[in-house]
């Protein structure tokens, strides 16, 4: 029995080799036969040609593009007869030929895929690290283990900490199933905030970081689009390049790359913005070293550009 064969959940089939869609999963069915089966592809990405090895006459089926070696299609009408409940055509896949995508994926990283199921009625949020096949097999493993690890880790650290992030409610070597935070990215929303909401949104996340910092969490990647506005509240989301460090460096550079975010996506608003990212930092006992060696990383950045 193959991987595929007894595998019914709803999505995708891409090829293995070059990641193009060739069959949905509405028109996969039980065939009898130990290979996954498909009624018909869902694009026009396979191309067929008479196959005579074994010394049989057969017609396999490879991808369009790459030429990539899928299986062999049938005429089951031949066989049993046009009127025949399970007369049709037959494309029977080899599994090491396919990759599965879920068709609840909101978004698709370099690092993970993120999607949504439901777990007693209520939205969860799963992020899953799948396996890069560039990598060799025991370094891919370890490093996937060890990062779905060290986010789960931070996120958990965070909400002990009462820091506003995705509570986890369950996590395994490679995935993260968290709440569901529904609500806007900042990024699509600060632009057309009034002056005033914009000032209270600055103040809130610079108090937030702030607070991140003081518990020993460096985010990695703050930007706005890590950023859910929820009913005027605003979360951190996506802890994959975070760590746990105390270091102002470390501090001063979590910063730093906000800034750059924000001078590149709310140039118009950069200055409020920023004035009130600052105030709201106050709230950390040690934010007087961490604005000098911001400003330090600042004049570096630009005598390297200049």
């Not at 293995?16 to 869902?42: N, Q, Y």
């Amino acid at each position: 029995m193959e991987k595929f064969t007894e595998f019914w959940e709803s999505g995708i089939y891409k090829c293995s080799k070059c990641g193009a869609k060739l069959f949905d999963s509405e028109s996969k069915f039980k065939s009898g036969t130990m290979w996954p089966s498909f009624r018909k592809p869902s694009a026009k990405n396979i191309e067929t040609k008479e196959d005579h090895s074994f010394g049989m006459v057969g017609t396999e089926i490879v991808r369009a593009k790459c030429g990539h070696h899928l299986g062999h299609v049938f005429d089951d009408g031949k066989v049993c007869g046009d009127k025949h409940p399970e007369a049709g055509m037959r494309f029977c896949v080899l599994s090491e030929s396919l990759n599965f995508e879920k068709d609840n994926i909101i978004q698709r990283g370099a690092e993970a895929v993120l999607c949504i199921e439901k777990i007693d009625g209520k939205k969860v949020l799963v992020k899953e690290r799948g396996e890069k096949k560039y990598r060799v097999a025991e370094l891919d493993k370890k490093l996937r283990k060890e990062r779905t690890s060290g986010e789960a880790g931070l996120l958990s650290k965070a909400v002990r900490n009462n820091l506003p992030v995705p509570r986890i409610l369950d996590s395994s070597d490679f995935k993260i199933v968290m709440e569901y935070i529904e609500g806007e990215k900042l990024k699509d929303v600060f632009n057309q905030k009034s002056k005033n909401e914009i000032k209270n949104i600055s103040s809130e996340v610079g108090s937030i970081i702030a607070k991140l910092h003081a518990c020993g969490i460096i985010h990695g990647d703050l930007t706005t689009s890590n950023m859910i506005l929820r009913k005027e509240k605003i979360y951190l989301i996506d802890f994959g390049l975070g760590k746990n460090s105390l270091k102002i460096e470390d501090q001063a550079t979590d910063l730093y790359l906000l800034y750059e975010s924000i001078k590149s996506t709310h140039f118009k608003h950069l200055d409020i913005i920023w004035e009130n990212i600052l105030e709201g930092y106050k709230g950390y006992q040690r934010h007087k070293e961490v604005i000098k060696r911001l400003e330090e990383i600042s004049k570096r950045r630009r005598y390297k550009t200049d």
